[in-house]
Nanobody
Framework: QVQLVESGGGLVQPGGSLRLSCVGS????????MAWLRQAQGGSLEWVSS????????DYAGFVQDRFIISRDNAKNTVFLQMNNLKEEDTAMYYC?????????RGQGTQVTVSS
């Protein structure tokens, strides 16, 4: 079955960086677009970014403001989210999802906390 495992979250100060990873299995990773979503405590799930099957097309939510970069390595069945210049409002659980729409199966998430 589809399995997605996120990692790379943690506690970082404002202005810092983190690189999230998500390894997919149970499906042909290289033929599926992927997405990152996030959910702050008490908030709703929101889409962050998507990437197509070969990484040629990427899309970002407006709040990313050129701070995040999505990428993928199909040889390793992995999608990444490089997050730079993090802000306290980026604090959330981050999930990767199968499919670029963000509505497919998700992993268990990795917590990102931005605090001084």
């Amino acid at each position: 079955q589809v399995q997605l495992v996120e990692s790379g979250g943690g506690l970082v100060q404002p202005g810092g960086s983190l690189r999230l990873s998500c390894v997919g299995s149970g499906f042909t990773f290289s033929t599926i677009g992927m997405a990152w979503l996030r959910q702050a405590q008490g908030g709703s799930l929101e889409w962050v970014s998507s990437i197509n099957i070969d990484g040629a097309y990427k899309d970002y939510a407006g709040f990313v403001q050129d701070r995040f970069i999505i990428s993928r390595d199909n040889a390793k069945n992995t999608v990444f989210l490089q997050m730079n210049n993090l802000k306290e409002e980026d604090t959330a659980m981050y999930y990767c999802a199968k499919g670029s729409s963000g509505t497919g199966p998700r992993g268990q998430g990795t917590q990102v906390t931005v605090s001084s």
